[in-house]
């Protein structure tokens, strides 16, 4: 069972879902195989050729009666009551149908309105399903399985049809009713489980703007919507070619085989073949046929086929062919028809709804069903009456009328894939978003604004071009002591500009810039080109971490005056000051291209990821193409933190066909480490693979920015920005739009690292697309590869799970001089154990590695807890327990140990909020005044609303015992936020849990609960 259900696209929470709907399907279909094999007895007893014409026009009426009132009522009422409401009208209908059988007047008028009577019966069965099938499932599980739950009513279509064969007489047509009633009792039973066990109903959407038509008498008629428009025409086309492919097959058969009995067994045993097939093509050919050819292919593949099979009656009618050629022609027409529409067209054709909210879904699947389906058949229809009137030539009329009708079709299906296309980029992108009821940007309300975004407008230097220029003979000593500032300015700049050593123009100049009045400063900014480089540096230094706003622009304007590569060095070691990091991005843009020299060697020596995005981000502000250049070599690194800088930041710019190459080069190459990945996972223990799903969500994101570089900019955005949702319909439309902008082996690899399912199977895919993968276990990859590709926990993770041998002890050298604290402490826990756990091995290091003997007693360590054990204590609290670990080693660094006393006032109410504290050992209570609100042991904190916010505290918090601590200050932690988004977003949801705590116990207070 499991693996059918794999082939089948089946995952385990969705068994239950398919089984009822098959089911479902499966009574529906039993009952409406049964009411049309009851019409088309009748019909072939009684001038088929006349009647079938008439039935068919007299069924579309009634369709579109019945489409119309429905539509009426599908505003009125919940899907639910309409749902059930429609299978309680199929019950009256084919009571209805029963009693006219009985009374049995006129036997043409009971066939033919028999025959209606069945079209009623089948637009309201379909409508119901496929209303149910539209809100239960996205656009997603829609490919995968519209084609398995619709397979339900084609072996019942197949039992009808055979039960057809041993019809003879009017009692059995009755209880042929009566069996269909039976069968909508039970379809409306499982449609009552199916209500039990999911919430249907049609939420309603926010409304977004949309192409509409042009015509005005086209919108009142036919609709607004382009997509639904080009897709109804389409369909009227289909239904139109399917309606003639029947005409001419039964009406073959009754002339061609004129007892009665030997009709019906063959025509039974025709839509027996017919549905069984069809049953076969949507289990096995719908899913892996349309992830092989595609959307469009396979939307195509049903008028391409019956396009060939009309033109092939020309050809017959030039030959000499038989009755009994004509009868296996006419056969082979209609199964292949009926073949194609039920097991691919159908369920294809129904994903192409899935990008439109619910309630547009319902609509449109009415309209297409409920409209344009009769409409088809009834043009049809009169076309055939006058077939009938003009036998000489008329069935000659009749193909070229359907020939006609599926170039029309592949004609609308081409630009319903194209509308079809333009919807999902509207669900994905933001182009009906409305900034006005947006809320304001999260991270200023948290305080997270820079600090200097805004420079007030009126700041201006006194020291530009309108100062007073001194008289031509001035003194220099005279105006270098003038008390008018200006003055000795302009001395200044006479005196070095002459003689750049003047002593004593360079000493006043000095002066001004070590002045700790802010004007003498500000003035000194306007001369630093005469300034040496030290005094430079050092002036620029004080005045950017000025608070003077003034101060800050004229330090702005002054260093991008002075593009040196000195002053290049100190605005990038500003970028890592939060509070005048813009200010000195800023500084950098405006300097132009001369920063690229000194932001390239800096590039390519980073490491440090947020450092390595502002510098790639005031690369990518400068916009020029030596920039872009710079960009494009840094993602060619095999530093996989460099290339994911490098590709965000080349988001800003178009893309340029002549480097597709290059880039198709690295999403090989990320292809092929998402490999790896995937495979180490398969045997890996639980804490590695966390690890590696991290690692491939890096993987993934690296790949975005590569098809940013290679396909259409705003799809891949949109698509990108979706995937990462949780909201399971948004993924499922990202996937789809990708699915129709890429090439299918890129698109299925994207799928199988995207797409909850078997990891198994996700090897077996990336194995398929790009060979096998080279047979290295996953630890040795990552210890080889290092920080150039892997985080500091995965790096923690592998040194720990790692069995070192004398060929790769070596390797341990590289982790004990690692930067990070995380990996450095874990390889020298490794070298700790290795003369216990691996002797030779320890010998072999020791080899390699002599330690140098120390001169006395090595230094006492500071005691502390290990990095390691900090990250495990942020993990096992509820604020990141959600948190990957290799997200919360960033936050290690910023944890600052902390100890206090019994009894020792941590913080008092009404002091400045400034520190989270999550507690290592010991106990804190929380006090107002004399009353203990709250007691925090070890893994518990306290105090987090400072981190959003500096507020005065609440309460007091006083250790209870001694207590050891960690520290975690506002301003450190607005960095990890601003980096690591996931952070942020697990702190609102804690705080959001407690704050619907503390309301519900204020509830129970007011209620007189709580005492």
């Not at 604020?879 to 008092?908: G, W």
Request: with cysteine.
């Amino acid at each position: 069972m499991e693996t059918w259900q794999q082939f089948l696209g089946v995952r385990a929470r969705e068994v239950k879902t398919v089984w009822l709907f098959f089911l479902h399907n499966f009574m529906l279909g039993i009952g409406t195989v049964l009411v049309y094999v009851v019409a088309n007895v009748l019909l072939l007893e009684h001038y088929p050729e006349h009647n079938l014409p008439l039935a068919y026009g007299l069924g579309a009426l009634a369709m579109l009666a019945v489409g119309r009132l429905y539509t009426r009522f599908e505003h009125a009422w919940p899907l639910k009551t309409l749902a059930a409401r429609a299978i309680l009208t199929a019950l009256v209908f084919t009571g209805l149908l029963g009693g006219l059988l009985l009374l049995r007047g006129n036997a043409v008028v009971v066939a033919v309105l028999l025959m209606t009577g069945y079209r009623v019966v089948y637009l309201l069965t379909n409508l119901e399903f496929w209303g149910l099938s539209a809100v239960v499932f996205d656009v997603r599980q829609g490919r995968r399985l519209f084609s398995v739950i619709s397979s339900g009513d084609m072996p019942a279509k197949a039992l009808g049809a055979l039960l057809a064969i041993f019809v003879h007489a009017q009692q059995d047509l009755v209880l042929l009713l009566g069996l269909a009633f039976g069968a909508y009792l039970v379809a409306l039973y499982t449609q009552q489980l199916t209500f039990r066990s999911h919430l249907v109903e049609a939420r309603p959407a926010p409304a977004r703007p949309q192409a509409s038509v042009a015509s005005p008498l086209v919108r009142r008629w036919l609709g607004r919507s382009p997509l639904l428009l080009h897709m109804g025409l389409s369909w009227l086309a289909v239904a139109a070619v399917s309606t003639g492919a029947e005409y001419f097959f039964f009406v073959n058969v009754k002339q061609k085989l004129l007892d009665q009995t030997v009709i019906l067994q063959y025509v039974g045993g025709v839509l027996a073949l017919s549905y069984g097939l069809a049953m076969l093509g949507k289990l096995l050919l719908t899913r892996h046929g349309l992830d092989r050819l595609g959307l469009p292919r396979t939307l195509l593949l049903l008028p391409l086929t019956a396009l060939a099979g009309v033109a092939m009656f020309g050809a017959l009618q030039l030959g000499a062919v038989g009755s009994g050629g004509w009868l296996l022609y006419f056969c082979g027409l209609y199964l292949s028809m009926e073949v194609l529409r039920r097991g691919l067209f159908e369920p294809v054709f129904l994903v192409l709804f899935q990008p439109l909210s619910a309630p547009e879904r319902l609509k449109g699947h009415t309209q297409v069903k409920g409209f344009y389906e009769p409409l088809g058949m009834g043009l049809t229809g009169l076309v055939l009456y006058a077939v009938h009137a003009w036998p000489a030539g008329g069935s000659a009329v009749a193909f070229v009328w359907m020939g006609a009708l599926l170039v029309l079709a592949m004609l609308m299906l081409r630009r319903t894939h194209r509308h079809y296309l333009q919807e999902l980029k509207t669900v994905l992108g933001r182009r009906f978003y409305n900034p006005a009821q947006a809320a304001e940007n999260l991270a200023g309300r948290l305080g997270i604004r820079e600090t200097f975004e805004h420079l007030e407008a009126d700041a201006h230097s006194t020291w530009g071009a309108d100062s007073p220029t001194p008289a031509a003979g001035f003194n220099p000593d005279a105006g270098l002591h003038n008390p008018d500032l200006p003055v000795q300015l302009e001395t200044i700049r006479a005196c070095l500009s002459a003689e750049p050593d003047h002593p004593a123009a360079q000493a006043r100049l000095q002066e001004l810039a070590a002045a700790s009045d802010a004007n003498q400063r500000q003035a000194a900014l306007g001369l630093l080109e005469f300034l040496p480089h030290p005094q430079q540096l050092t002036l620029l230094r004080t005045c950017f971490q000025s608070q003077n706003p003034g101060l800050l622009k004229a330090a702005r304007q002054a260093a991008a005056q002075v593009p040196t590569p000195e002053i290049i060095k100190l605005l990038i070691e500003l970028l890592e000051q939060k509070a005048v990091r813009k200010l000195a991005a800023d500084t950098l843009v405006n300097m132009g291209s001369a920063v690229l020299p000194t932001l390239e060697k800096n590039l390519h020596r980073q490491t440090d990821y947020p450092l390595l995005r502002r510098l790639t981000q005031v690369c990518a502000r400068l916009a020029t193409p030596a920039a872009r250049r710079t960009l494009v070599l840094l993602a060619q690194q095999t530093n996989l933190t460099r290339r994911a800088a490098a590709l965000q930041a080349l988001g800003r710019f178009d893309t340029v066909v002549a480097d597709a190459p290059l880039f198709q080069h690295l999403m090989q190459k990320e292809m092929r480490l998402a490999q790896q990945l995937l495979r180490g996972m398969l045997g890996a223990n639980v804490e590695l693979r966390s690890c590696l799903k991290y690692e491939l969500t890096k993987a993934q994101q690296r790949l975005f920015g590569l098809l940013l570089q290679l396909y259409d900019r705003q799809p891949i955005l949109d698509a990108r920005r979706s995937v990462a949702r949780t909201g399971q319909e948004r993924q499922a439309n990202a996937l789809e739009i990708l699915d129709n902008l890429l090439p299918r082996p890129l698109y299925q690899g994207l799928q199988a690292l995207v797409e909850v399912g078997r990891l198994t199977k996700k090897v077996q895919t990336f194995d398929q697309l790009l060979g096998p993968a080279p047979p290295e276990p996953i630890l040795t990859t990552i210890l080889e590869r290092g920080e150039e590709a892997f985080a500091p926990w995965t790096l923690s993770v592998a040194l720990r799970q790692w069995q070192p041998t004398p060929a790769t002890v070596a390797t341990l050298q590289t982790y004990l001089r690692a930067t990070n604290v995380l990996v450095r402490e874990s390889a020298e826990d490794v070298l700790e154990l290795l003369p216990a756990r691996y002797p030779a091995v320890y010998e072999h290091w020791a080899s390699l590695f002599p330690t140098p003997a120390l001169d006395g007693n090595p230094p006492a360590a500071e005691p502390r807890v290990p990095a390691v054990e900090r990250l495990l204590l942020l993990k096992h609290t509820t604020l990141f327990a959600d948190t990957p670990e290799n997200v919360l080693s960033s936050i290690v660094p910023i944890m600052k140990e902390v100890s206090f006393p019994a009894q020792h006032p941590i913080f008092a109410k009404g002091d400045l909020g400034t520190s989270l504290f999550i507690i290592y050992t010991g106990e804190v209570g929380i006090f107002t005044e004399e009353h203990r609100l709250a007691t925090f042991r070890e893994g518990e904190f306290f105090g987090e609303l400072a981190l959003l916010d500096a507020e005065p505290r609440s309460a007091s918090a006083v250790t209870q015992s001694p207590v050891v601590a960690f520290r975690l200050d506002q301003e450190d932690f607005y960095d990890v936020m601003e980096e690591c988004a996931e952070v942020l977003q697990n702190i609102l949801r804690v705080l959001c849990q407690r704050l619907r705590l503390q309301n519900e116990k204020m509830k129970a207070l007011a209620e007189g609960e709580i005492v």
